[in-house]
């Protein structure tokens, strides 16, 4: 490691001259990168937010956290930044996109920057015209002008020979050092993502007993908890606050020394956001059934978002069952069961109330019903999901008899869970809440 530590001295010495050499400012030329102008009268405040703009060019939603950190502090055409994931968005501004963009509005060049005051510019000053005949005197060359290569100093050319040389046998060296620690590292999550908030419930498994989490939100620095009941004394990186009422953590305290496998809560389901912060629901900590309610289209629409996502996130041990019609998103995945009968997903007890209550009676499994049922049937499938012990979840397309936890939707998408205490952010209909709402 000592040589190629010695040859990274030697390529960042190199580099520093080439820079010095090297135009900057207004001469300098940003990368060639995926980018989106907001359409709209520049200027003028936007209808979209961020996930509006994620859902719009990514196809996603809740993929808006990408976005906001490859545009934070980025000078915009009017001379505005994106400092706040939840400010306006403005008509006329850049966004530079990551990778699976896929609206046709997309260009790929270096994305307009700034755009400069010209009439704050000072004019040329004049430019004197020299005495003809013989009087006029020579005029003596700048010092350090001219001379050299292509107007460099001699001393920069020798500095750039030796450079490109060095560069062409150390820099495929260190490519190949970086990706293979790289192949061995796993890879980190991006900030504000689900994929974080998974390490992080990875992480707690691995050190204690399974919290009682009803809710998490994943913010660009930091994953909370929200708990019932309370636990005063979480492991480390974690610290309570409202006397254990949520636990709290940086992202970057989370990245280390957890396994790929297990741990984590099978049941969580995207909601929207909570001051910015991608906002999940534990459907497993429900005693009893959660039941979709609102304008009927949108409810159908959101179980099929939540089945999607668990679909996606859950072990492969999760069984995931749909009584009645599928809902979107088409088609539906490999691994969910639907059926007409809710007889032919569970064994269902009999009257005796020990077998209702035993602890096996419905574990690791995820009922969504979009048909109506008998009375008897609700009354029975709310029993299985409360005596469930937080492994599975009941959701129903539609209003039930024994509904503990109502989730209320609007026709834009706009989602009510104030039963769980949460208040989400509410933006326009372009920048909707629901993932897959309207696809």
């Given at each position: ?76 055409p009017d001379g505005g930044t994106l400092t706040d994931p939840a400010q306006p968005v403005r008509a006329g501004w850049v966004f530079v996109l990551p990778e699976g963009a ?338």
């Amino acid at each position: 490691m000592s040589l190629t530590r010695a040859y990274a001295g030697l390529v960042l010495a190199v580099v520093t001259a080439f820079l010095l050499a090297t135009p900057t400012g207004a001469d300098a030329v940003e990368p060639s990168v995926p980018y989106w102008v907001v359409p709209g009268q520049p200027g003028a405040e936007s209808e979209l937010t961020l996930p509006g703009v994620a859902d719009r060019v990514l196809g996603d939603s809740r993929r808006w956290p990408e976005i906001f950190e490859l545009n934070q502090g980025r000078t915009q055409p009017d001379g505005g930044t994106l400092t706040d994931p939840a400010q306006p968005v403005r008509a006329g501004w850049v966004f530079v996109l990551p990778e699976g963009a896929t609206s046709g509005e997309i260009r790929v060049g270096p994305p307009p920057s700034a755009t400069p005051d010209l009439g704050q510019q000072p004019e040329a000053p004049p430019v004197d015209q020299p005495e003809q005949g013989p009087a006029a005197a020579p005029q003596a060359p700048p010092v350090g002008g001219g001379g050299g290569t292509f107007g460099l100093r001699p001393v920069v050319v020798t500095l750039l020979g030796i450079g490109a040389v060095v560069l062409a046998v150390v820099v495929p060296v260190l490519i190949r050092l970086v990706r293979r620690r790289r192949a061995a590292e796993p890879p980190r999550p991006a900030p504000g993502s689900r994929q974080a908030l998974d390490r992080a419930l990875r992480q707690i498994a691995a050190s204690a007993s399974q919290p009682p989490v009803y809710a998490a939100m994943v913010g660009a620095d930091r994953v909370s908890l929200r708990l019932s009941p309370a636990l005063p004394d979480p492991p480390p990186p974690w610290r309570a606050r409202q006397q254990g009422a949520i636990w709290e953590a940086p992202s970057w305290d989370l990245d280390q020394q957890v396994t790929a496998d297990g741990g984590g809560l099978p049941m969580l389901a995207t909601v929207g956001t909570v001051g910015g912060e991608l906002t999940v629901v534990n459907l497993g900590r429900a005693p009893g059934i959660v039941a979709l309610t609102g304008e009927p289209a949108a409810a159908y629409r959101l179980a099929g978002a939540f089945l999607d996502e668990i679909s996606r996130y859950a072990a492969t041990s999760v069984a995931i069952s749909v009584v009645g019609p599928p809902p979107p998103p088409w088609p539906v995945p490999e691994r969910v069961r639907v059926v007409v009968d809710l007889r032919s997903v569970l064994t269902l007890p009999g009257d005796d109330a020990e077998d209702v209550h035993g602890s096996s009676a419905l574990r690791d499994h995820l009922v969504v019903v979009t048909a109506p049922l008998p009375p008897e049937e609700w009354e029975r499938l709310g029993a299985l999901a409360a005596a469930s012990d937080g492994t599975a979840a009941v959701v129903v397309v539609g209003d039930a008899p024994n509904t503990v936890w109502r989730f209320d939707i609007d026709a834009n998408g706009a989602l009510d869970v104030g039963v769980l205490g949460l208040h989400l952010d509410r933006p326009t209909p372009r920048g909707r809440l629901i993932p897959a709402l309207g696809r």
